[in-house]
Antibody, heavy 123, light 110 residues
Framework: QVQLVQSESEVKKPGASMRVSCKTSGYTFTTYYIHWVRQAPGQGLEWMGWIHPRTNGATYAQRFQGRITMTRETSINTVYMELTNLRSDDTAVYYC????????????????WGQGTTVTVSS | QSALTQPASVSGSPGQAITISCTGTTSDIGIYNFVSWYQHHPGQAPRLVIFDVDSRPSGVSDRFSGSKSGNTAFLTISWLQAEDEGDYYCSSYTSSSTHVFGTGTTVTVL
């Protein structure tokens, strides 16, 4: 079955960088977009960006521009999300989620989600 | 890109129907039929219940239905059950080739 398995929780200091991995299985890795979404404590879901695993092209939410990079390693069916210059308000649960097929005419829906990675930013 | 606007909370009795609204703009909901809805229980990953405005993934109850009018999308849950309690988020594709979530709605079954 389709699975997305994320890396373990992390604690980071302000100003540091984080990198969360999302290992996929059960489908053809290069044919579905991968999204990254986060939820800060007491807040709602926030879309961060998405990546096309075949081309390695990514689009980011404006508020993260300059601090975020999404990449993929096709040999191990894994996507990475790096966020730099961390602040306390980056403390959140980070999710990867499978989007639509890259060849479809739709852009709607994230149908399989990772288990979430808690990142705590604290001095 | 500002979050789509949802009511903070909606409640209903078992067996009733409730509707959650999700208001966007002419840069997202108003021009695309790429609206999806997610159910989110604390400590779990979100679950897709509606995509492409009104399509249901396999395995999702037909008590969940979606629609859209202008810049506003709607999620209706019919025959409300206790298991439907939780947070619900809408999402839309945007003219910037990004996505945006709604502010979230807590559903309470009385």
């Amino acid at each position: 079955q389709v699975q997305l398995v994320q890396s373990e929780s992390e604690v980071k200091k302000p100003g540091a960088s984080m990198r969360v991995s999302c290992k996929t299985s059960g489908y053809t890795f290069t044919t579905y977009y991968i999204h990254w979404v986060r939820q800060a404590p007491g807040q709602g879901l926030e879309w961060m960006g998405w990546i096309h695993p075949r081309t390695n092209g990514a689009t980011y939410a404006q508020r993260f521009q300059g601090r975020i990079t999404m990449t993929r390693e096709t040999s191990i069916n894994t996507v990475y999300m790096e966020l730099t210059n961390l602040r306390s308000d980056d403390t959140a649960v980070y999710y990867c989620a499978r989007g639509v097929e890259t060849t479809t005419k739709s852009y709607s829906g994230m149908d399989v989600w990772g288990q979430g990675t808690t990142v705590t930013v604290s001095s | 890109q500002s979050a789509l606007t949802q009511p903070a909370s909606v409640s209903g009795s078992p067996g009733q129907a409730i509707t959650i609204s999700c208001t966007g703009t002419t840069s997202d909901i108003g021009i695309y039929n790429f609206v999806s809805w997610y159910q989110h229980h604390p400590g779990q990953a979100p679950r897709l219940v509606i995509f492409d405005v009104d399509s249901r993934p396999s395995g999702v109850s037909d008590r969940f239905s979606g629609s859209k009018s202008g810049n506003t999308a709607f999620l209706t849950i019919s025959w409300l059950q206790a298991e439907d309690e939780g947070d619900y988020y809408c999402s839309s594709y945007t003219s910037s080739s990004t996505h945006v979530f709604g502010t979230g709605t807590t559903v309470t079954v009385l």
